[in-house]
């Protein structure tokens, strides 16, 4: 069994129980991309984020005036993170790929003229983890 997590991950603060859930599955291979916090310091940075925008979640459990909190953690966490619950862990080098493929992007906030922006720079990230019997 494999799992994907695409999008997600950077719209909770429950981390450790997702992380607890999947791992309970016993799944062999875990995708999880998303948004991450700059730099390689232990950290989730906490934010607030609209509920308005349904992709932002449509639960009303810690929601407090159309708000609710969210972390983002830097790559150093998610990989503390997907070792913690048993699996190794390699991220893909978009930066690298992109550069090779000569695909252009700046150093902007992702939007639809800058859709591969964020990979680029760092602000989204693609983890792969493999369980380690």
Do not use: K
Not at 57 to 82: D, E, I, K
Request: charged share 15%.
């Amino acid at each position: 069994m494999s799992w994907l997590c695409l999008g997600y991950f950077y719209h909770t603060l429950n981390h450790l129980a997702l992380w607890q859930y999947i791992a309970s599955t016993n799944a062999q291979h875990v995708i999880l991309d998303g948004e991450v916090a700059p730099g390689e310091d232990m950290i989730i940075r906490v934010v607030t984020e609209d509920i308005s925008a349904h992709a932002n979640g449509t639960s009303a459990a810690g929601v407090l005036n159309g708000q609710m909190l969210v972390g983002r953690p830097t790559t150093s966490v998610l990989g503390a993170m997907l070792r913690h619950f048993g699996y190794d862990c390699t991220f893909f080098d978009w930066a690298t790929l992109l550069r090779e493929r000569g695909v252009a992007f700046d150093q902007s906030v992702q939007s639809a003229t800058n859709p591969v922006g964020d990979y680029g720079v760092g602000r989204r990230a693609t983890a792969l983890g493999v369980r380690v019997d």
